[in-house]
C-alpha cells in the first residue's frame, strides 16, 4: 500500500483527536496565562510526544505481528476498529443521556480551574495526559497507528505515516500557539476569550458529534472484517 491511502485512512482519527474539546479549552487557557507562549511550548511538547511514542510503538508491534501473518494483523486492525466503533456508539449515547437541560451551562472539566497556573513540568504532564488518558483519545491513537503499522510501508514510510498523523492530531494545540507566538498575546486575548466561552458552553454537543461521527466511520471501516 502507497503512503497516501494510509494517511487518508487515518486522518478522521487525527481531526477526532485535533477536535477534542476538553485539549482544545487546556490550550486556550494555558495560551491567556502569563507566560503564553512559554506555557504553550511545554503543554504542545507533552502532546505531541506522547502521541509520537505511543503511535510509534503501536505501529512497530502491529508492523512485527504483520511481518509473520499479514492476514492476522489484517483481522487485528479491522477488529480494534469494530471494538472503537461500538465504543464510540455507547460513549455518544451516554453523553447525549448527560446532556444538561436547556438554560443549564454544562459542568467545567476540573482540570480547567488549574492549568493556567501550573508550572512547565506540570504542563508537559497535562499536555501528555490529555492526549492519550482520554477515554476517547487512547482508543483512536491504537486504532490509526496499528492500521499504519499493518499497511506494509517501508520502514521509513511508515516513519512518514506516523508523522503526519502526530502533526494533524496535534493542529488544534499548534495553530493557537503559532498564533499567540506571531499576533502577541494581547491581540490574541478576545479571541481565545471567546473561543474558550463557545467550547465551554458546547462541550457536550461537540463531544456526541464527534463520537456518532467517530463510531460510523470506524465501524465502516472495520466491515472489511466479514469479507
Do not use: H
Request: net charge positive.
Amino acid at each position: 500500500m502507497r503512503l497516501w491511502p494510509v494517511v487518508g485512512a487515518v486522518l478522521p482519527q487525527a481531526m477526532a483527536i485535533a477536535l477534542s474539546p476538553v485539549p482544545m479549552v487546556c490550550i486556550v487557557l494555558v495560551l491567556m496565562s502569563r507566560r503564553p507562549v512559554r506555557a504553550g511550548l511545554s503543554f504542545a511538547a507533552g502532546w505531541v510526544g506522547a502521541l509520537a511514542i505511543a503511535v510509534g510503538l503501536v505501529a512497530w508491534l502491529t508492523d512485527t505481528v504483520a511481518e509473520k501473518n499479514a492476514d492476522a494483523a489484517r483481522d487485528g486492525v479491522d477488529l480494534i476498529q469494530l471494538a472503537v466503533g461500538v465504543l464510540f456508539a455507547v460513549l455518544a449515547v451516554r453523553y447525549w443521556r448527560k446532556r444538561p437541560e436547556p438554560g443549564v451551562p454544562p459542568p467545567r472539566p476540573a482540570v480547567v480551574d488549574r492549568i493556567a497556573t501550573m508550572a512547565a513540568p506540570a504542563l508537559v504532564l497535562t499536555g501528555a495526559a490529555a492526549a492519550l488518558a482520554n477515554l476517547k483519545n487512547l482508543p483512536l491513537v491504537v486504532s490509526a497507528a496499528s492500521y499504519i503499522g499493518g499497511a506494509g510501508l517501508a520502514p521509513g514510510t511508515t516513519v512518514v505515516a506516523a508523522a503526519i498523523f502526530v502533526l494533524a492530531a496535534s493542529a488544534t494545540v499548534l495553530t493557537p500557539l503559532l498564533a499567540v507566538a506571531i499576533m502577541g498575546p494581547d491581540r490574541s486575548a478576545p479571541t481565545l476569550k471567546s473561543i474558550e466561552t463557545w467550547l465551554l458552553a458546547n462541550l457536550n454537543t461537540i463531544t456526541v458529534i464527534l463520537l456518532a461521527v467517530l463510531a460510523t466511520v470506524m465501524i465502516g471501516n472495520s466491515l472489511d472484517l466479514f469479507r
